[in-house]
């Protein structure tokens, strides 16, 4: 999610990437706060016990 757990940017465009960096580089507090938003994102959403229920559900509902 831009600007919510890190930045997007336009692909093959090494200007958008450069100054996404840079941003990143002169704001340390929006820094953290992405990382720490993508650890969040990546823990609910990824987080081996929470895949593994969602895909049992998933193929549950499959055979049902």
């Known amino acids: 999610q831009d600007n919510k757990t890190g ?3 336009e692909t093959s465009n090494e200007h958008d990437l450069a100054e996404k960096i840079i941003k990143s580089i002169k704001q ?3 820094r ?3 990382a720490l938003n993508g650890v969040k ?3 609910k959403n990824y987080e081996t016990n929470f895949a593994v ?3 049992w559900s998933f193929f549950n ?3 049902r």
């Open 53 to 55: 229920e969602r895909d």
């Open 61 to 63: 509902s499959l055979i």
């Open 7 to 9: 930045f997007l940017f």
């Open 41 to 43: 994102h990546f823990q």
């Open 32 to 34: 953290d706060e992405l």
């Open 28 to 30: 340390p507090a929006l």
